[in-house]
């Protein structure tokens, strides 16, 4: 893996990072404030081909990859338009089809996620297992007369389910109901008959809502499956390493984005003799996040690299090793950069303080910092599990 970014990355983060600065963080707040998803900058980045970066050249992507994909969320994030269904809709829902979906699936779907018409979500959360998704009991069942699958059960958490087109859905056969999980994936269609959503009261700041979701006896025709109902694990994490990487481009995007506003404060503000940048108290924490947020990019490079290399198991300890690093780093870098704001880091004028709450999210999801430290804990180190 080189260690210097290529040419053509650095090109792609000079131009998305113009595309991003071209709509600011004004637009994305008004957005925000007026309940919508930032469809034009969506639309625009996907026109670019910056959308579907990673998925296939015969399906109207762009051939590259996680690295490429990831770049792309980064500088959009770090110009202060996180767009956060690219975690989920080219990201995990693409690289599944791209990977094991079939030739219909594919060509319904994958042109469709590139040029941005359509988007997907991805749901696999259940208010019962929580971090531990080998507990879900969200089942899939054959009716025998028509081959359709019949798909029951409860989802939470699921973002942007009001505004994609359908729901990839991770679910389990009836008759693999118990034991380890050997889950199954399921696009469910926005208004499919059954599938209920109720929007979750979140004190986030963001465009994309949450939805808990209620799945009795979705019908959905055999197609509905996506892959193979025997793949198991191997299959989802297909989908959800991407998801730990790009969760780290989210991270480390947002924490540029609060590092520089900050920054940019403390070279100004002066109530002594010398701007408050001068003082290593306020100098110190910005370097310490400028470094972490480096590092952590470093590893998600990594993970991103493992990936597009078909590496799907060293990825998966990177993946989450960077997802850590990151979401570790972003709370740092927003937290110092409220307090380097002072009372200004609290207004809404400034726009930083719901920046606490969002970089909180990339410590929580997918996965939890516990959980990747239970990861490393036992599947690097070796040590024995508590639970
Ligand atoms: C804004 C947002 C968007 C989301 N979007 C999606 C989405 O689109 N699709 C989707 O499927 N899900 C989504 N999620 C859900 C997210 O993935 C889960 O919240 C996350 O996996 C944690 O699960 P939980 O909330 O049930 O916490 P729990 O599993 O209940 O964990 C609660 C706490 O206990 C700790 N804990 C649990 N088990 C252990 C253990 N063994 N050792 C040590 N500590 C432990 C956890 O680290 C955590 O701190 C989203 C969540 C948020 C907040």
Known sequence: ???????????????????????????????????????????????L?????????????????????????????????????????????????ARFGTEDQKRTWLPALADGTRTMAFGITEP??????HRITTTARRDPATGDWLLTGRKVFV???????????????????????????????RDTPGFERRKIDMELNAAEKQFELVLDDVRLPADALVGDEDAGLLQLFAGLNPERIMTAAFAI??????????????????VWKAPIGSHQAIAHPLAQAHIDLELARLMMQKAAHLYDAGDDIGAGEAANMAKYA???????????????????GLTREFG????????????????????????????????????
């Open 1 to 47: 893996m080189p260690v210097i970014e290529s040419e053509e990355h650095k090109a792609l983060r000079t131009a998305v990072s113009a595309l991003g600065h071209k709509y600011g963080r004004a637009y994305f707040t008004r957005t925000v404030e007026e309940g919508r998803p930032a469809t034009e900058l969506w639309a625009e980045a996907a026109k």
């Open 49 to 97: 081909g910056y959308l579907g970066v990673n998925l296939p050249e015969e399906h109207g992507g762009g051939g590259g990859g996680i690295s490429e994909l990831s770049i792309v969320l980064e500088e959009l994030g770090a110009a202060g338009c996180p767009l956060l269904l690219m975690v989920v809709s080219p990201a995990i829902c693409g690289t599944v089809i």
């Open 128 to 133: 019962d297992a929580g971090s531990n998704s």
């Open 159 to 189: 973002s942007g389910v009001d505004i994609a087109d359908a729901t990839l859905i991770v679910g389990r056969t009836e008759d693999a109901r118990t034991g380890r999980l050997k889950p199954c994936l399921f696009i469910v269609p």
């Open 253 to 270: 995007g947002m924490g540029r984005f609060a590092l520089a506003r900050a920054v940019e404060y403390a070279r100004d503000r002066t």
């Open 326 to 344: 990151a979401a570790e780093a972003c709370v740092k870098a927003v937290d110092q950069a409220v307090h380097t704001l002072g009372g200004n």
């Open 352 to 387: 930083l303080a719901s920046l606490i709450t969002a970089a909180r999210v990339s410590r929580i999801a997918p996965v939890s910092r516990e959980m990747i430290l239970n990861y490393v804990s036992h599947q690097t180190l070796g040590l024995p599990k508590s639970y």
